[in-house]
């Protein structure tokens, strides 16, 4: 379980932050846009992994030592997973709508921050010999 948390907390983080933050990375690397293209239909898959990685870091934290080294990725998947997973539900309950308002002005911080908190992660915790 503790692979499948890292690996799901590590790959969010980059790919939903990537996703989130796109509109600030688009005008700065236009060779991007294809790659961004691919990854559009997926959004909410990714999303949801995303999300599901975050959640499984609360709970499975990877070492007692880890416990704080995971709070901020996994604050970071949550919210941003929370954000990309939401843009596509049809009739969504009107308190996940006011959420999902109040979060999404600040899509693109949050994925800049989840893109250097999966990148903390990956060489932080990924080169910890627990596996």
């Given at each position: 379980?503790?692979?499948l948390?890292?690996?799901l907390l590590t790959?969010?983080?980059l ?6 933050a796109?509109s600030?990375?688009a005008p ?7 790659f ?6 997926f ?7 995303t999300?599901l990685?975050?959640i499984?870091a609360?709970f ?5 030592e880890l416990i704080?080294?995971?709070?901020l990725?996994?604050?970071?998947a949550?919210s941003v997973?929370f ?9 969504k309950p ?8 109040s979060i ?7 994925g800049?921050?989840?893109i250097?908190?999966g ?5 932080f915790?990924g080169?910890?010999p627990?596996?």
């Open positions: 379980m503790y692979q948390t890292f690996w790959l969010g983080c790919f939903g932050g990537f996703m989130a796109w600030w990375f700065k690397f236009p060779a991007l846009n294809k961004h293209d691919k990854m559009v239909p959004q909410k898959w990714i999303g949801l992994a999300l990685g975050g499984l609360l499975y934290p990877l070492g007692a704080v080294g995971d709070l990725p996994s604050f970071a949550i997973g954000v990309l997973a939401v843009t596509y539900i049809q009739n009107q308190f996940v709508t006011n959420l999902y308002n999404s002005p600040y899509r693109v911080p949050l800049l921050i989840a250097a908190a990148l903390l992660h990956w060489f915790v080169t910890h627990f596996f």
